[in-house]
C-alpha cells in the first residue's frame, strides 16, 4: 500500500472518471482503500423512506461516493495540477519534511 499524498482540505482535479474536469476540496482521505471524498464529485442518488419516529424525511437525497486517489491530482494556486513530492526545509536537527509541487516547486499548503 503506498502513501496518499492528498490531504484533507487539498483542493484536487478529477482526471479520469465520469467526473473528469471537476475541482473539489477534499473531505476525508480513507487511506486503507486509497480513496478520497471530494466535495461535488461522484454525486449518488439514495432513496430513503420517511422515519417520523427518528425524524427522518423521506425522498431521494445525494451525498458524495469516494473516488480512488489514482483518478484525482492536486491543484496549486495557479490552478494546475501537479503531482506532489517532498522536500527538506531547514538544516540539520530543524530541518523538517514539507510538500512541494512537481510542476511548480512551490510548497503545498501546510497544516492549517
Known amino acids: 500500500m503506498a502513501t ?3 490531504r484533507k482540505g487539498d483542493t484536487v ?3 479520469a472518471g465520469r467526473d473528469k474536469g471537476k475541482t473539489g476540496r ?4 480513507v487511506s486503507e482503500k486509497e480513496r478520497v471524498l471530494v466535495e461535488g464529485v461522484m454525486m449518488m ?3 430513503t423512506k420517511a422515519n417520523p419516529g427518528k425524524q427522518i424525511k ?3 437525497a445525494e451525498k458524495e461516493a469516494t473516488i480512488h486517489v489514482s483518478n484525482v491530482m492536486i491543484v496549486t494556486a495557479d490552478g494546475k495540477p501537479t503531482r506532489v513530492g517532498y ?3 531547514g538544516e540539520g536537527a530543524s530541518a523538517r519534511k514539507v510538500r512541494v509541487a512537481r510542476k511548480t516547486g ?3 499548503a501546510t497544516k492549517r
Open 4 to 6: 496518499i499524498k492528498i
Open 13 to 15: 482535479k478529477v482526471i
Open 26 to 29: 477534499v473531505l476525508e482521505v
Open 45 to 47: 442518488k439514495r432513496h
Open 58 to 60: 423521506g425522498g431521494i
Open 87 to 89: 522536500k527538506l526545509e
Open 106 to 108: 512551490e510548497v503545498l
